[in-house]
């Protein structure tokens, strides 16, 4: 990347930037972007207006020649290119995706980073040995049909019941768009049901899973969860201080039952069994516990040109904290990934991991190819717009996120993470549905960049949301919480925003710190990747 150190005068200097050396285009920096005739300090004139964030040819290149960023082939010129010119989608031919054959297996061994030691939070320690960085009651679905009948006992219980359990942050309905009318013995119909399950199970949620059923849909409680699925602790009735890890009985609300005499008799049902949870979770107390309890997922979303060059790159640096701190984190979204497989097969801390990625990826190329599209699909007109020409340059911007510790495994998607380290977690691209996977993977922190702005967020884990441009931190004041666009301008390195980052995980786990997301209460929906029939 070019030396920012010294561009104290962005707004009268004119700045791009190169990923790497062998590079032969750049991005344009300046807030606008800059008219033709603008002469760069090295000496390159610009032929065209180029909008921020889309790329400049730094040199001549003929027709059918290699656009490359991140000395990567990122696509073929469609005509000859001008030192100058502005290059964006319409000028380049997108390469063929790599094929999933002869790639470098677990081939990089670097040497061990030394552990971070002595960083902690302020969690809720659960019976299953996982940490809550919050305390909420959910209230689980087995189909849609019941979603308006919860969602009215919930405004209820936060009006009459959550005032009187100040240590229960906030009570949520896990609402989804499953549980009947599909084909639920089709082989990839686990994968909404096992989502499901493990979204039930999450680290903020305590153990106290509370279930609202219709009672004739298709996943019903105990499919979709088994028994043994549960712990919780029993604490004794004589002391209240002897506890041990049990199975608990499934605490079901099952609105079809002859019981239920009209609407008020299910939603009273719903508040009744809510406040044996509530009582439950009041008594939880935050403890200190050390970062490795941390399992954080990492997301892009409304991605641009910038989010490659400092947003993700920030992150990727704070994933490697994360890493020697002992933690677990979580990177995504097949497609955009899959132009960097030998990138990721290589950092494969085994060959069995290496082996593992590749076997998502084909069944990922496998599911598109039934739609009749490819990856090239994945890419936005909001992408286009923030100078990204296609999933290739998206890709190796998205990948930075990963930062540089070896991969130490791969999840299928709505699997459950069960270890430390850097984690490939399979998942579509699509922000809500990654997000949900993620929260079924059992995140209890969750970091969302952004370059052309989105208010995502969600209510079962602090969404942390990080800027790749400052002009986007400074109009969306009160939604991004950290501001990457300072890496561009050279007022802050990659490192700075990292350990800035780190630091704010460690409040915002704590309880210290809210995120703008939480203030504002901006909760999008769980969306469920179903791969199977609906019938």
């Not at 290149?61 to 502005?86: C, H, Q, S, T």
Request: hydrophobic fraction near 40%.
């Amino acid at each position: 990347m070019a030396d920012l150190s010294t561009q104290a005068t962005l707004g009268t200097v004119p700045l791009c930037i190169t990923m790497d050396p062998r590079d032969n285009v750049a991005i344009v920096v300046n807030d606008g972007g800059l008219p033709p005739g603008t002469v760069f300090p090295s000496g390159l004139t610009l032929v065209d207006k180029v909008p921020q964030a889309h790329k400049v040819a730094l040199v001549d290149i003929p027709e059918g020649g290699e656009v490359r960023r991140y000395n990567v082939v990122i696509g073929y010129a469609l005509k000859d290119l001008k030192a100058g010119m502005w290059v964006h989608e319409r000028l380049l031919a997108m390469p063929a995706a790599r094929e999933l054959t002869g790639l470098p297996i677990a081939t990089i061994k670097p040497e061990p980073a030394p552990p971070l030691e002595g960083y902690t939070f302020e969690g809720y320690r659960n019976p299953d040995g996982s940490v809550g960085t919050r305390n909420i009651l959910a209230i689980t679905q087995t189909v849609q049909c019941v979603a308006g009948v919860t969602d009215f006992a919930v405004q209820r219980i936060k009006a009459e019941l959550l005032p009187r359990f100040p240590n229960v942050d906030d009570v949520v309905a896990l609402e989804h768009g499953y549980g009947c009318g599909v084909a639920i013995d089709a082989p990839d119909a686990i994968i909404p049901i096992r989502t499901l399950r493990n979204i039930s199970l999450n680290p903020n949620f305590g153990g106290e899973v509370m279930v609202v059923s219709l009672g004739c849909e298709k996943l019903q409680p105990e499919r979709l969860l088994p028994p043994g699925s549960i712990a919780v602790v029993e604490q004794s009735r004589l002391t209240g201080t002897d506890s041990h890890a049990t199975e608990a009985p499934l605490d079901v609300v099952c609105l079809q039952d002859d019981a239920h005499v009209g609407f008020m008799s299910m939603v009273d049902s719903i508040l009744r069994q809510a406040e044996i949870h509530l009582t439950r979770l009041n008594a939880r107390r935050r403890e200190t516990v050390p970062a490795s309890e941390l399992v954080v997922g990492v997301q892009c979303g409304g991605s641009d040109a910038f989010s490659g060059v400092t947003a993700n790159p920030a992150v990727g640096y704070c994933t490697d904290l994360l890493v020697r701190a002992g933690a677990t984190v979580m990177f995504s979204e097949v497609t955009e990934v899959r132009d960097g497989i030998d990138q990721l097969t290589a950092r494969a801390s085994t060959p069995e991991v290496a082996e593992a990625m590749i076997r998502e990826m084909a069944w990922y190329d496998a599911y598109l190819s039934q739609g009749r599209v490819d990856r090239s699909a994945n890419t936005t007109p909001g992408n286009k717009k923030g100078g990204l020409s296609n999933i290739v340059e998206k890709a190796m911007g998205s990948i930075v996120k990963s930062g540089t510790s070896p991969i130490s495994g791969v999840i299928a998607p709505g699997e459950k993470v069960k270890q430390k380290g850097l984690i490939y977690a399979a998942t579509p691209a699509s922000d809500f549905i990654c997000g949900t996977l993620q929260l079924a993977a059992g995140m209890n922190l969750h970091v969302f960049t952004t370059g052309r702005g989105t208010p995502y967020g969600l209510a079962q884990v602090p969404v942390i949301k990080v800027a790749t441009r400052a002009d986007l931190a400074k109009r969306w004041h009160d939604l991004m919480d950290i501001n990457a666009g300072t890496i561009a301008t050279g007022e802050k390195t990659i490192a700075d925003v990292g350990w800035e980052m780190f630091q704010f995980m460690l409040d915002v786990a704590s309880g210290r710190k809210k995120t703008w997301a939480e203030h504002w209460k901006l909760h999008n929906a769980l969306v469920l990747f179903n791969p199977a029939p609906v019938t």
